[in-house]
């Protein structure tokens, strides 16, 4: 009822809202037939006018509302180009294609719609492509660089140069981000007025360009400004569930060989498993024949019988819940509620003892909805029945207290000791990791399903789109544990270096549009996380399209069959027919049974987008058969041969309903295009993973009503609805998964426009020394604080650890006795709110001493290096040092949003636990930061000689500020070990021509970056 009515005030809303831009359609059309006597010189001159007039309007909103009121005439502009290359003859992907296409009213609208910075859905076949040029050519009048974003590097191409004759007739630059271009040929291409490419192609350049990039050459992109997405549904909502990441090695590296070695452990425990629930199964099956006798009698017992039925099944559920004896079983409706109303029942029960009970019966739990196994005790007493402790982790804490403690031990036993301990837990956390890793991987990750073995390496198959995501990995160890079961080769541990969310690229831009056939389900999620509406275009000619209501079946087998014979029938007819599979696997069954039938057809994966584009494209040819998973060939028109309209188009058979419904709408779309005839047909059962998890209760018993029998199919318009109730629960259950992930990586994003930010300042600085001072200061003053305090005496404060300190990182020979004598004889208090605000007299008066003294050591240090170079150094110290704690961080993160999901069951909120500790972590990191920059201030020059020279130079200055030969002595360390080893790789990198990586900084007036709201210096930055 609400659904329905919410539909309709959605309905009038979007009426509403297409009702006032009709007007300017009209508008556009007049001034087109205006421009249609011009000469093209004039039509080129119009866009060169208006980007000089745009480029002179400084202020954003104006060159808004600038843009908003040249409309009508740019649209016109478009459109009548469009009228003069009818006819021309143009290149795409290698194939002539003659330009036929001016806009239609419909599409004009779409183009104002985009150019608002919304979503427009408009069916398939509508002709998008052509759509956004409008609001293209409109936008990229700024200059500022306008990007389409396509679902695969071949529509990027593809579009890029059949769009691209427009945009080249009209004097404007096109370019293609395409997945092979080194950076300098990505550069020229996003200079362009117009850049298409891949989500994927722009997320990673802005990975690349903000957290690896260190000088400003190496950056390819310049702004965020506009996007287009298309397909948008499938780029900001299915991919949107993986984030894009930037791997590289791992710099903690876990030991493999413990997946191997546990492997044959899990496998008998898994075989133990299937035996255990098979003898659920038997037993089941014995009394279900009791509660139903022969001679059609109740049995007094007959409630026990049932209950007890039902724990047995619901247990072989969570214990084997793909077991074939189950699935059959479970074909029958009364099994399906007797186990659901055990587990209602079990899951009523406040206190659990009782489910808690029946879980413990098994080896181990299967959760398919969390996608979680769980090991029982029973478990894991048969995994390590030698060693009940196997798996309780050492408590490291008071392990450490009893060392300490300990007096029989001397400090090197202590040592010891303590790292025997700590090895222990690591061991045995390993251990326990990976345990549960490969349970997971045996019962959760089906082969063909969810990943694919090629070339001896696991291959993740995406759920949405059945593509292979070759070089993806899933963290967390997962991976090495489906690479042990396959027995294939284990590859390293990687981990992060740069990683985004598609969603929070997309909101880098000012202004973001999308389209799609299908988005009007989706809307909220569109509106809630990127703030796009949607409005919902007519299409050019009326649909013409039958959509059949679905036809239920019991099983798979008797599902496919009936898929089988429909395909028979229609191809008979001579009718293409386009079959939708939402997996790899499914598409591989049903390719099967058609070679057995004898029926030629061809099978797309979405492997080879522009192989499988030209498959697809004919697609609708007389008595063609495609079987296609969903994303194959998306983009691609399918035009009806000769004579199909006749027979009623294209027919559309979808052997699965999808867990959202906006997939299977684009499937349905694929056919009755531009006014063509077509039709659709869905064919379910109950044993596809959508009804199994999540179908309702309803639709068993409608089926347990009507009593079906075997092969027979169920329709009625009451089942789509239950049906599309699944649906939406399922979208539901992903919106709140991807709401999550989200939420996570808003933590994340905080923090890495903070790191990005201060990284982007250091490369783009002229000259960089006076950060470099500033951090050392800041380091400094940080550290008279660790060693010394104001509500002391000096002779209190731990001068020798200062001292250490000091000559550890710069080469200042700097004595006990110097700091004593410069803290006794200060009396100037810090001027308030300076960055020694705080400190006592001697305290700052310490600190100025040692500031001015790192000072001279380092102008005269400058003074030996070439002039040029030294500023690539100063910057690689600081970008180097930011670097490498940022991917420790990224590393450490990851970890915590793992360990972070097991304190849920503290019954606190893992997300707020996850902020607090990200919060902490990252007030730590910069600090740390800093630190690491100040301890290579000195230790990186351009050229080995010129530190020498430095060297002896300081040696000498040193020697006459103190006649007495004596400090030098006093500090061997700071002379031999420490300045002899001071250039390390930083300088080696230089002279290798290459550089090392750097950070950025907050500045102590900025605001803070943990979101307090608070200056930096006042918060974090204490
Ligand atoms: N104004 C037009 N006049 C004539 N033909 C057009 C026009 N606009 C689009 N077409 C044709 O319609 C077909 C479909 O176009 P296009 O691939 O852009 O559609 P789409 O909306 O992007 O579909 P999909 O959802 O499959 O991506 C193309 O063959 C194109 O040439
Ligand atoms: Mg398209």
């Known amino acids: 009822m609400v659904g329905k009515l919410i539909k309709k005030i959605f309905g009038t809303k979007n009426e509403r809202e297409l009702r006032k831009l009709w007007p300017i359609v009209k508008k556009i059309n007049e001034i087109e037939v205006s421009l249609q006597s011009l000469p093209d010189e004039a039509l080129r001159e119009k866009t060169i006018k208006w980007k000089e007039e745009i480029a002179s309007i400084k202020d954003k909103q104006e060159v808004a509302r600038r843009l908003d009121e040249i409309l009508p005439e740019a649209f016109a502009v478009v459109k009548n180009a469009c009228r003069r290359l009818l006819g021309k003859e143009i290149e795409v992907r290698g194939h002539k294609v003659i330009w036929d296409m001016v806009p239609f009213d419909v599409q004009i609208l779409g183009g104002i719609v985009l150019h608002q910075g919304k979503i427009a859905e408009m069916a398939t076949g509508e002709g998008k492509t052509l759509v956004a040029t409008m609001p293209v050519y409109l936008n990229a009048l700024t200059g500022r660089g306008v990007h389409l974003v396509t679902v695969n590097d071949y529509l990027a191409a593809r579009d890029s140069e059949w769009m691209g004759a427009v945009y080249k007739f009209l004097g404007l630059t096109v370019g293609c981000i395409l997945h092979d271009q080194p950076p300098s040929v990505r550069r020229q291409q996003y200079a362009c007025d117009v850049t298409y490419g891949t989500n994927a192609e722009f997320g990673f350049d802005y990975l690349r360009d903000n957290g690896m990039a260190l000088f400003a050459e190496e950056q390819v992109q310049r702004g965020h400004y506009y996007a287009i997405i298309d397909e948008v549904d499938s780029i900001l909502i299915d991919e949107a569930r993986t984030p894009l990441i930037i791997s590289g090695p791992a710099v903690v590296n876990i030991d493999n060989e413990v997946y191997v070695k546990f492997k044959p452990a899990i496998e008998s425990l898994i075989r133990a498993q299937t035996r255990l629930c098979d003898k659920f199964l038997d037993e089941a099956e014995k009394l279900y024949q009791k509660l139903h006798p022969q001679d059609g009698s109740n049995p007094p017992d007959a409630e026990k019988l049932e209950h007890e039925i039902g724990l047995l099944l619901y247990k072989a559920k969570l214990g084997n819940p793909k077991s074939p004896k189950l699935l059959k079983l479970m074909e029958n409706p009364e099994c399906v509620r007797l186990a659901n109303e055990a587990e209602l029942q079990l899951h009523a029960d406040q206190s659990k003892r009782e489910l808690y009970a029946q879980k413990e019966e098994l080896f181990f739990a299967i959760d398919e909805k969390h996608n979680d196994a769980d090991l029982t005790e029973k478990g894991r007493l048969f995994l390590r029945p030698d060693d009940p402790n196997a798996f309780v982790l050492p408590d490291l804490i008071t392990a450490y207290h009893e060392i300490d403690q300990n007096p029989n031990l001397d400090p090197l036993k202590r040592v010891e000791a303590k790292s025997k301990v700590q090895e222990d837990f690591e061991r045995k956390s390993q251990q326990i990791h990976a345990i549960s890793q490969l349970l997971k991987a045996y019962c959760l990750f089906e082969k063909d399903v969810d990943y694919v073995v090629q070339d001896n390496k696991v291959i993740i198959v995406d759920e949405h789109t059945g593509r292979l995501m070759i070089g993806r990995r899933w963290?967390?160890?997962?991976?090495?544990?489906?690479?042990?079961?396959?027995?294939?080769e284990i590859e390293r541990e990687t981990q992060t270096l740069a990683t985004i969310t598609i969603q929070n690229y997309f909101r880098l831009y000012e202004k973001l549009a999308g389209m799609t056939g299908t988005a009007e389900t989706e809307a909220q999620e569109f509106f809630d996380i990127y703030k796009l509406g949607v409005n919902v275009i007519p299409t050019n000619k009326p649909c013409q399209r039958k959509d059949f209501n679905d036809s239920v079946y019991k099983t798979k087998r008797e599902k496919f069959n009936a898929v089988l014979n429909e395909i028979i029938e229609y191809h008979k007819q001579g009718r293409p027919l386009l079959v939708g599979t939402v997996s790899v696997e499914a598409s591989e069954h049903l390719s099967g049974m058609l070679k057995r039938a004898g029926i030629p057809h061809s099978v797309l994966n979405a492997k080879y987008h522009q192989q499988e584009a030209e498959i697809i494209a004919r697609a609708g040819q007389r008595g063609a058969v495609t079987i296609a998973t969903n994303m194959a060939g998306r983009g691609t028109d399918i035009k009806l041969g000769p004579g199909v309209a006749e027979l009623g188009g294209l027919h559309v058979i979808g052997t699965e309903r999808h867990e959202a419904r906006r997939i299977d709408r684009q499937l349905r779309g694929r056919c009755a295009r531009q006014g063509d005839p077509g039709s659709s047909h869905f064919f379910i059962s109950l044993e596809d993973d959508l009804m199994r998890l999540f179908g309702s209760d309803r639709i068993v018993k409608i089926m347990e009503r009507i009593g079906?029998?075997?092969?027979?199919?169920?329709?009625?318009?009451?089942?789509?609805?239950?049906?599309?109730?699944?649906?939406?629960?399922?979208?539901?259950?992903?919106?709140?998964?991807?709401?999550?992930?989200?939420?996570?990586?808003?933590?994340?994003?905080?923090?890495?426009?903070?790191?990005?930010?201060?990284?982007?300042?250091?490369?783009?600085a002229e000259d960089v020394r006076d950060r470099l001072m500033d951090i050392m200061e800041e380091v400094v003053v940080l550290k008279i604080g660790q060693y010394s305090s104001a509500a002391n005496e000096p002779h209190e404060w731990n001068i020798r650890g200062l001292v250490d300190w000091v000559n550890f990182n710069f080469p200042l020979s700097l004595t006990e006795k110097e700091v004593i004598d410069v803290a006794l004889s200060s009396h100037e208090e810090p001027v308030p709110g300076s960055l020694f605000d705080g400190l006592s007299a001697a305290q700052f008066g310490v600190c100025v001493y040692i500031i001015?003294?790192?000072?001279?050591?380092?102008?005269?240090?400058?003074?030996?290096?070439?002039?040029?170079?030294?500023?690539?150094?100063?910057?690689?110290?600081?970008?180097?040092?930011?670097?490498?704690?940022?991917?420790?961080?990224?590393?450490?993160?990851?970890?915590?949003?793992?360990?972070?999901?097991?304190?849920?069951?503290?019954?606190?909120?893992?997300?707020?636990?996850y902020k607090a500790e990200a919060f902490k972590s990252f007030e730590e990191l910069m600090v740390n930061i800093k630190t690491e920059i100040c301890h290579n201030i000195f230790r990186s020059a351009t050229s080995l000689a010129a530190f020498e020279q430095f060297l002896r130079s300081l040696a000498q200055q040193q020697a006459a500020q103190r006649p007495a030969p004596q400090p030098m002595q006093s500090s061997p360390r700071s002379q031999n070990t420490n300045k002899s080893d001071m250039v390390d790789e930083v300088t080696q990198e230089i002279s290798k021509g290459r550089t090392v990586r750097s950070g950025p900084k907050v500045g102590r007036n900025d605001p803070c970056p943990c979101g307090s709201g608070k200056k930096y210096k006042r918060c974090c930055g204490r």
Do not use: C
């Open 475 to 488: 963290s967390d160890g997962l991976h090495q544990a489906v690479e042990a079961k396959e027995g294939v």
């Open 708 to 764: 079906i029998e075997e092969g027979q199919e169920l329709q009625h318009p009451l089942l789509n609805r239950s049906i599309e109730n699944a649906q939406k629960r399922v979208e539901q259950h992903n919106f709140q998964i991807r709401k999550r992930t989200l939420e996570y990586d808003d933590v994340m994003n905080k923090q890495r426009e903070i790191i990005y930010g201060f990284r982007n300042e250091i490369i783009h």
């Open 852 to 913: 001015n003294k790192i000072r001279e050591a380092y102008e005269l240090k400058a003074k030996f290096e070439d002039p040029e170079n030294i500023k690539k150094v100063e910057r690689i110290t600081i970008l180097s040092a930011i670097d490498k704690l940022w991917q420790e961080h990224l590393y450490y993160m990851d970890s915590l949003r793992n360990a972070i999901g097991l304190r849920a069951y503290g019954q606190r909120d893992p997300l707020i636990e």
